[in-house]
Nanobody, 125 residues
């Protein structure tokens, strides 16, 4: 059974940075697409970034493009989300998610079926 554990959330001022990490276990890391989602109170869950493990190709949502980056560490079976120039509107619960790869790309935020417990990011203006 795939397990995902997030860490690294916290409270920061606008303009500061945070780095979230997600530990993957329970199956072969390279068989999965890994992604970060977020959900703010009263809003729908939003896909933030997704990575094709191994090859490393990524997709980042327009709302965070240029500020957020997703990366992988195959030796540790982790994915990270580097968040720079944080804004008040980035405040949300951030979740790591996984799904089995289909083909040779991980370019969508659909059909993720394994989820971590989430880590809170709060940005004060």
């Amino acid at each position: 059974q795939v397990q995902l554990v997030e860490s690294g959330g916290g409270s920061v001022q606008a303009g500061e940075s945070l780095r979230l990490s997600c530990g993957f276990s329970g199956h072969e890391f390279l068989l999965y697409c890994l992604a970060w989602f977020r959900q703010a109170p009263g809003k729908e869950r939003e896909g933030v970034a997704v990575i094709y493990t191994g090859g490393g190709s990524t997709v980042v949502a327009d709302s965070v493009k240029g500020r957020f980056a997703i990366s992988q560490d195959q030796s540790e079976n982790t994915v990270s989300l580097q968040m720079n120039s944080l804004k008040f509107e980035d405040t949300a619960m951030y979740y790591c998610a996984a799904r089995r790869k289909r083909g040779y790309s991980c370019r969508s935020f659909t059909d993720f079926n394994y989820w971590g417990q989430g880590t809170q990011v709060t940005v004060s203006s």
